[in-house]
Nanobody, 114 residues
Framework: QVQLVESGGGLVQPGGSLRLSCSTS????????MAWFRQAPGKQRELVAY???????ITVDSLKGRFTISRDNAKPAVYLQMNGLKPEDTAVYYC????????WGQGTQVTVSS
């Protein structure tokens, strides 16, 4: 059974930074496009960024310049560097394949507040 384990969240002040990590037991991890998603209270889960199997990174337009995704196929793991955090970034953050193929993990809570 594939496990997705997110970590690195926490409480941060506006303007601060966090680096999220996602460790996984996905076989053939390097062949998957991997992504970060987030779900704020009362809202649907939304895509934040993804990295293709070839290493191309895409961040959704509204988060460009602040959020950067990366991957390490050797571990295997996927990361999300978040800078310039805003209160509206408060959410539970999840990783999965871009298509959400595997069971969702518990996510990691990010709270941006002064």
């Amino acid at each position: 059974q594939v496990q997705l384990v997110e970590s690195g969240g926490g409480l941060v002040q506006p303007g601060g930074s966090l680096r999220l990590s996602c460790s996984t037991s996905i076989n053939s991890f390097s062949s998957y496009d991997m992504a970060w998603f987030r779900q704020a209270p009362g809202k649907q889960r939304e895509l934040v960024a993804y990295v293709t199997s070839g290493g191309t990174t895409i961040t959704v337009d509204s988060l460009k310049g602040r959020f950067t995704i990366s991957r390490d196929n050797a571990k295997p793991a996927v990361y999300l560097q978040m800078n310039g955090l805003k209160p509206e970034d408060t959410a539970v953050y999840y990783c999965n394949t871009l298509g959400g193929r595997f069971d969702w993990g518990q996510g990691t809570q990010v709270t941006v507040s002064s």
